[in-house]
């Protein structure tokens, strides 16, 4: 009987704890020659070739990755599907991008086939950039949820989704009601929370466009499925600040509009945090909440430099992730948001982001702060098998610059820098090969 086994070969790397918290070297594992066993979409084995190459039994395929990366699949804790057509549009910040451009593409999403077309292309790209899990937003609608959700389940990925909820300020063919949008995801978590890979998120676009009411609602379906991921944004951009401080005048802070509607939780990801206040971080901090830090979207639009050193000040470090923020950010690619956040880092304060840190806020971090440490992230025995291999030779200026390292550690700075799907040689998710660069060449043993 097959058992669905099957082995990658090639240095792996991974992590045995947090680079933030002891020296960012030595949190990080480096298998030079591995081997990563897997059975029914699990790992179930790692370590060096030499050790376990007797495991291997002769119907065991071993796909051979020589002079690459092996990495858990990578993970972006805030990304908007609908969006990704409207990547790349000119001359706005925040509020008037949303108006502008966002919310007619938003639009379009009444109709399931655009729905479902965009979502097929929204997968494939985020495999073809070694992207295995994602934190979702859809639209308003609730069929752009199911054919997320239907695409991803076909796929086999590990994917929060949800339906967005906005009952003001936004055009009327985007608006529901508290009422509507409660049933809708209260029927869409039954639906697909916990279905296959796939997890829920309760998600209000953000405070502008919700009635405190609305908010209240979300917080009262987290009461009810304990495990429901919430998504929201929060202090991305001062003019939308000044405007959600206008809307609730009894609220103390932008945090505390979700604080009192009980929206402020362990799985609660808000996406950009880039102005909060020394309260607020330990507001988060003792929630045990996520912030999703997106570098391009924030440099795209304006918005200002994630203060990610502060974020994890060691008296109440606050769970950070790294998000694409598609369509205000610019690439899919966790690589080149890697890039951006470095520079964001020397930018906004003293402490550099270090490659393996930064490896750690797309991989492990972003698994724990998501509280799936348990099943994704990292490469060890009992995790789900979702990764990617990266390739530092991929094009000829990285081959030109790898030349020059030492080291696999000395590798991964230039291939963040430098990288891109061009970079992502093969995709594996729950075990499979999900994705496969044509360009660069594969060797399969036995
Ligand atoms: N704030 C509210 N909605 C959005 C959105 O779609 N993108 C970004 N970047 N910020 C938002
Ligand atoms: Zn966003």
Not at 317 to 328: E, F, N, R, S
Not at 350 to 371: D, S, V, Y
Not at 377 to 382: E, K, Q
Not at 422 to 434: D, Y
Request: with cysteine; net charge negative.
């Amino acid at each position: 009987i097959s058992k669905n086994r099957s082995a990658l070969r090639g240095c792996y790397v991974t992590f045995r704890d947090n680079p933030f918290r002891v020296p960012a070297q030595s949190a990080l594992v480096v298998e030079e020659d591995g081997l990563i066993l897997m059975e029914n979409g699990r790992i179930t084995q790692c370590g060096p070739y030499a050790e376990l190459a007797h495991l291997l039994q002769a119907d065991i395929p071993v796909t051979h990755y020589p002079n690459c990366i092996i990495s858990a699949g990578l993970i972006d804790a805030h990304v908007h599907y609908p969006q990704l057509s409207a990547i790349a549009s000119w001359g706005q910040q925040l509020l008037p991008w949303l108006e502008e451009y966002i919310f007619p593409t938003e639009a379009r999403f009444a109709d399931p086939a655009v729905a479902r077309a965009a979502a097929r292309i929204f997968m494939t790209e985020l495999l073809r950039n070694g992207t295995t899990t994602a934190a979702v937003y859809c639209t308003v609608h609730r069929q752009s949820v199911d054919a997320f959700f239907e695409e991803s389940q076909k796929i086999g990925t590990r994917m929060i989704a949800g339906k967005v909820l906005m009952d003001r300020n936004a055009p009327a063919n985007l608006r529901d009601t508290a009422a509507q949008g409660y049933d809708d995801s209260l029927n869409l978590i039954h639906r697909w929370h916990g279905k296959g890979r796939q997890l829920y998120a309760v998600t209000p676009r953000f405070a502008m466009t919700s009635t405190q009411e609305q908010l209240e609602q979300a917080g009262a379906l987290l009461d009810q499925f304990p495990d429901v991921f919430m998504q929201t944004h929060l202090s991305e951009n001062t003019d939308e600040i000044a405007e959600v401080a206008r809307l609730f005048p009894d609220c103390t802070s932008y945090l505390d509009v979700y604080d009192k509607a009980g929206l402020v939780r362990r799985r609660s990801v808000f996406g950009h945090g880039i102005h909060l206040d020394e309260e607020a971080l330990h507001r988060c901090h003792a929630a045990g909440s996520t912030l999703a830090h997106c570098p391009t979207s924030n440099l795209f639009l304006g918005s200002g430099f994630f203060p990610l050193a502060a974020t994890q000040s060691p008296d109440r470090p606050v769970h950070v992730a790294l998000a694409t923020d598609i369509g205000a950010g610019t690439t899919l690619s966790m690589l080149g948001t890697m890039a951006e956040a470095y520079k964001v880092s020397l930018a906004a304060g003293k402490e550099r982001l270090h490659p393996a840190q930064a490896f750690w806020l797309a991989t492990a971090g972003a698994a724990q702060a998501l509280n799936l440490e348990d099943r994704i992230g990292t490469i060890a025995p009992g995790m789900e098998a979702d990764l990617c291999v990266l390739d530092p030779y991929a094009t000829p200026l990285l081959a030109y610059r790898a030349a020059r390292c030492d080291s696999i550690e000395a590798q991964l700075f230039p291939l963040m820098i430098l990288g891109d799907d061009r970079c992502i040689r093969a995709t594996w998710v729950a075990g499979h090969e999900v994705h496969r660069n044509h360009s660069l060449p594969i060797s399969r043993d036995s």
